[in-house]
């Protein structure tokens, strides 16, 4: 596609519940990135995956936080058992491999745990 | 990621320019500095990025002292649409991008 894509656009779940996240990245973009942004807050850096690189899962916060990409496509960020401070957007990105000024961003899933 | 300092927060008449600060003292000598802004809403936009001379493209230019240690944004004609929050960073060899608080930039007629 033209852009990153996310889904879903917002997300309301129950404390407890496990989310599924997704990015497509733009095609031919080798670097995808996940960021959250909380209310009135800046984007912290969750993580970031490279070709078939091990992925830097440093900005992770917890355990409950989990992210997956398939070869150089779609990924996935899943929170388990959510808590109400995982209330944020998360931000995609993508970009070709080192392109630090082509970053592209998605719109964002607005998460809401209730 | 060499830190970066910014104000919080600057206001702009329309039509003025709009001069954003930004302090990255411990840059090494290899990184570049690169803005991006982010409108109420949506995710971050890349601005323009540097290294050691200054940079020109259609949306601001960039001008970074010859110590390297602090830039400035400009946007020669801010518009009611700049109003947005801007983003200094200044990356290591990690790569990817750190965003910090950056400088909230309110426009106004």
């Known amino acids: 596609g033209a852009g990153v894509s996310q889904s879903p656009s917002n997300k309301v779940t129950e404390k407890g519940k496990d989310v599924e996240l997704r990015c497509d990245p733009i095609s031919g973009h080798t670097a995808l990135y996940w960021y959250r942004q909380r209310l009135g807050q800046g984007l912290e850096f969750l993580i970031y995956?490279?070709?078939?690189?091990?992925?830097?899962k440093s900005g992770l916060p917890s355990d409950r936080f989990s992210a997956e990409r398939t070869g150089e496509s779609v990924s996935t960020l899943t929170i388990q058992r959510t808590q109400q401070e995982d209330s944020a957007v998360y931000l995609c990105a993508s970009s070709l491999a080192g392109a630090m000024g082509g970053y592209t961003f998605g719109s964002g899933t607005r998460l809401t745990v209730v | 990621d060499a830190k970066t300092t910014q104000p919080p927060s600057m206001d702009c008449a329309e039509g003025r320019a709009a001069n954003l600060p930004c302090n990255h003292s411990t840059i090494s000598g290899n990184e570049y500095v690169y803005w991006y802004r982010q409108i109420h809403s949506q995710g971050p936009q890349y601005i323009i990025h540097g290294l050691k001379n200054n940079e020109t493209n259609e949306m601001a230019s960039l001008i970074i002292t010859e110590d390297r240690k602090s830039s400035t944004l400009i946007l020669p004609h801010a518009t009611l649409r700049d109003t947005a929050v801007y983003y200094c960073i200044a990356p290591n060899q990690g790569g990817k991008l750190i965003f910090g608080q950056g400088t909230e930039l309110s426009v106004k007629p």
């Open positions: 995956f490279q070709g078939n690189s091990a992925p830097d």
